[in-house]
């Protein structure tokens, strides 16, 4: 069974250029919601996407597209027994017409770190314009993550 935290901090070790988003960022914010699957905002890059793709081996974690054609698309899935949507334009536009780019989202992410394990997730701001896609469950994280937001200032 692939352990997603074992799997996080082996991409994190092998210098991945990711942000780990979604509802999982928002439980390293402490933010009470549930979620079973993982999603990555990486750096498309070649170098950086064969980088992911190595690691995943090693985890039996296989892509939903065949590898030389991953450059192709906006997103695939690593899949096993766990679930892991990979996302990996150089920019996202939100519903706002915001638009969020891997580089700068990546200048100004966040290191979470607990007992020697470490994850980059996206600044509170980015956050919360990568949640704006009008899907009924991301207007309710907005709620939390705007609360959290008040919390911090």
Known sequence: MTDPIEFIGAIHQKG???L???RQAMITYGIPVATMDY???IDGERENTERLLEV???FGLYPSIEPEKIKEHFMFTLENDITIDVFRPKQIV???GEILRFEDCFKRKRLLKEEGFAVYVPDLVD???LKKTGKDKDKIDLKY???LMEIEQ
């Open 56 to 58: 995943a081996r090693e």
């Open 94 to 96: 939100n519903i706002e």
């Open 16 to 18: 991945v250029r990711y």
């Open 39 to 41: 999603d990555l905002y």
């Open 20 to 22: 780990l988003i979604g």
């Open 127 to 129: 956050l919360v314009k």
């Open 145 to 147: 993550l705007k609360k």
